[in-house]
């Protein structure tokens, strides 16, 4: 009996302490237009730092971003503009994240 009740103390806090590190502070739902904001402009420079994008980007500015439907969900569309690009069609470019911060895409073509 004494080695029934610590296996169920054993698995009874095994459990909590699981729970008890996910620590408070975080939230998973929808986030704001400021959050996505700034999330989509870690995005750019993620990809400036991994050379995805040219350096240029690393400074760019976001012109706009706002909710859109894509493929029926609705998701943040952040519009950048690099203006030190040369090559035509990839001055402007789109980054699309969920509601709650993933990065879906990054693209030239906006669709």
């Known amino acids: 009996m004494k080695r029934l009740t610590t296996i ?3 698995f009874f806090l095994m ?3 699981v ?3 996910a620590g408070g ?3 998973h739902g929808p986030m704001g237009k400021a959050d996505a904001a ?3 402009k870690r995005v750019v420079s993620g990809l400036v730092r991994q ?3 040219e350096q240029s980007w690393a400074k760019s500015p976001m012109q706009s971003i706002k909710k859109v439907r894509v493929e029926g969900d609705l998701v943040w569309l952040a519009k950048f ?3 030190q690009v040369t090559m035509p069609g990839k001055q402007n470019l ?3 994240l969920t509601l709650t911060g993933s990065f879906i895409k990054a693209d030239y073509t906006g669709k």
Do not use: Q, R
């Open 81 to 83: 503009t690099n203006s």
């Open 51 to 53: 050379k995805n994008l």
């Open 25 to 27: 502070g975080h939230y």
């Open 8 to 10: 169920f103390i054993s």
């Open 94 to 96: 789109d980054v699309l």
């Open 19 to 21: 729970n008890a590190t």
């Open 15 to 17: 459990f909590n302490v």
């Open 38 to 40: 700034w999330t989509a």
